[in-house]
């Protein structure tokens, strides 16, 4: 039987999602802002701020950052690709700007996007098809084991904004890690995601599902 959500919300607890989400509340409500997406996927969101938080601290900026940034950072890029309220876009804008981190919001965009392309490729294996981003947020069972195993590729190759390209297709992606030395391709990406996402997903179909022919990518 497939791991519930809270099972799942129990290996997110590691990642001190709770703690981010506590931050993401108080700060909707200080700066009076909300968005609809994630009125509608506030349960799979918070999954990002650790992951956009070790990005930023593998980035070595010479400007500190606060969780509460974090949060303002990762809303501002999901915000901007869902198309949402411009006025309170540029409001959290405006804040990471005096904070000096407005230059990670484009990047932050970036990120996003190839890993909605990455996403896709696992997704289509397992027999669901993207057709917008939202979509990303609405397949909870593959979503959150992928950003689980995604953190750990990213702690574990020091994977920061700028080492990550946006170039991450199934025609070809890449991006090189320690001055260029290292170079993981997406074929060997995707095939580290799929061997942590099997030891997080239990159900024997979707495991099957999982392990497809990395060949034909």
């Known amino acids: 039987m497939m791991q519930t959500y ?3 919300n129990n290996l997110n607890e590691k990642l001190n999602i709770t703690q981010y989400r506590n931050i993401y509340d108080k700060t909707i ?44 950072l990762s809303i501002c890029s999901i915000s901007i690709l869902f198309n949402e309220n411009k006025e309170q876009i540029e409001k959290i804008r405006n804040i990471l700007d005096e904070k000096g981190a407005g230059e ?17 490729v696992i997704s289509k294996n397992t027999g669901k098809i993207l057709n917008n981003i939202a979509d990303i947020f609405s397949y909870t069972a593959l979503y959150v084991p992928f950003l689980i195993s995604f953190f750990d590729i990213i702690k574990s190759y020091n994977i920061n904004f700028d080492t990550f390209t946006s170039e991450a297709t199934t025609v070809g992606f890449t991006f090189s890690l320690t ?16 061997k942590k996402m099997r030891r997080l997903v239990k159900r024997k179909t979707l495991k099957e599902s999982l392990n497809f022919d990395l060949d034909n990518i």
Do not use: A, W
């Open 29 to 72: 409500k200080d700066l009076n802002i909300n968005f609809y997406f994630i009125s509608t996927f506030g349960t799979t969101i918070p999954v990002f701020y650790p992951i956009f938080d070790k990005l930023v601290k593998n980035s070595e900026l010479s400007v500190s950052l606060t969780q509460t940034d974090i949060v303002l």
């Open 6 to 8: 809270n099972e799942f």
């Open 104 to 120: 990670l919001i484009d990047k932050g965009v970036t990120f996003i996007k190839s890993i909605n392309n990455i996403f896709d």
């Open 179 to 194: 001055v260029g030395v290292i170079t993981i391709t997406l074929k060997h990406i995707i095939n580290m995601l799929v």
